[in-house]
C-alpha cells in the first residue's frame, strides 16, 4: 500500500528557504502515468495546488508562485521535494504531498509550516 | 486559470437525509472533475475521480455527475461520519484548481 510521509522544518524565517521532502514508501516512483505533487492549505482556509512533478521529471507549477517555487524527483531514494524561496507570513500552511493521477488518491498526513521570526 | 465555485459554502442537515453539493467551473472541464472530503486535521481524501468514478473503498452512497461546466456530489444518506468539507478540483488545464469548499454540518 502506498504511503506519502512529509518531513521537514517547522519553522522557517520570512525571507529564507522553505524545504520539504516526501518520502514515498509501498511503491515505485517512476512509473510512467505517475505524477507527484504538493498542495498546500493555509490555516482555516482552503486547499491551494503548488505544482507538480512528472516521472520524466516535467514539472508543472502553480503560476501564483512559479517565480519562487522548485519541485525536485530523486528516485533512487523515492522522494520527490519542495523548496518555496523568500517566503512571508503568507506561506505559512500545512503542506501535504500527493499523488496525482485520476484524483488525487494517496496523500501524506501533512505538515505544519510557520513562517515567523 | 479556470475558477471552480462551490454551492451552497454551509450545508446543514440531519443524518439520514441526503446532500446535494454544487461545483461550477469558469470553462468547461469535460469529466476531468474529482470530489474530497476533508474532516479537522486530517487529509483530503478522493471520494469521485473524472466526475462519477467512485475511489477504492468509498461507499456507494457517494455519487458524482456531471460534465462540461456543472457538476454534483450527493450523498444519499448522510452518516455521521459525513460531516466533512467537502471541494472539488479539476485536472483538464494547468494550473490544477480546488473549489473554495462546502461545509455538511450537523443540523
Known amino acids: 500500500q502506498l504511503q506519502l510521509q512529509e518531513s521537514g522544518p517547522g519553522l522557517v524565517k520570512p525571507s529564507e528557504t522553505l524545504s520539504l521532502i516526501c518520502t514515498v514508501s509501498?511503491?515505485?516512483?517512476?512509473?510512467?502515468?505517475?505524477?507527484w505533487g504538493w498542495i498546500r492549505q493555509p490555516p482555516g482556509e482552503g486547499l491551494e495546488w503548488i505544482g507538480s512533478?512528472?516521472?520524466?521529471?516535467?514539472?508543472y507549477y502553480n503560476p501564483s508562485l512559479k517565480s519562487r517555487v522548485t519541485i525536485s524527483v530523486d528516485t533512487s531514494k523515492n522522494q520527490f521535494s519542495l523548496n518555496l524561496r523568500s517566503v512571508t507570513a503568507a506561506d505559512t500552511a500545512v503542506y501535504y504531498c500527493?499523488?496525482?493521477?485520476?484524483?488525487?488518491?494517496?496523500w501524506g498526513q501533512g505538515t505544519t509550516v510557520t513562517v515567523s521570526s | 486559470e479556470i475558477v471552480l465555485t462551490q454551492s451552497p459554502a454551509t450545508l446543514s442537515l440531519s443524518p439520514g437525509e441526503r446532500a446535494t453539493l454544487s461545483c461550477r467551473a469558469s470553462q468547461s472541464v469535460s469529466s476531468y472533475l474529482a470530489w474530497y472530503q476533508q474532516k479537522p486535521g486530517q487529509a483530503p481524501r478522493l471520494l469521485i475521480f473524472?466526475?462519477?468514478n467512485r475511489a477504492i473503498g468509498i461507499p456507494a452512497r457517494f455519487s458524482g455527475s456531471g460534465s462540461g461546466t456543472d457538476f454534483t456530489l450527493t450523498i444519499s444518506s448522510l452518516e455521521p461520519e459525513d460531516f466533512a468539507v467537502y471541494y472539488c478540483q479539476q485536472r483538464s488545464n494547468w494550473p490544477l484548481t480546488f473549489g473554495g469548499g462546502t461545509k455538511v454540518e450537523i443540523k
Open positions: 500527493a499523488r496525482p493521477i485520476y484524483g488525487m488518491d494517496v
Open positions: 509501498g511503491g515505485y516512483m517512476s512509473h510512467s502515468s505517475y505524477s
Open positions: 512533478i512528472y516521472y520524466n521529471e516535467s514539472t
Open positions: 473524472d466526475a462519477s
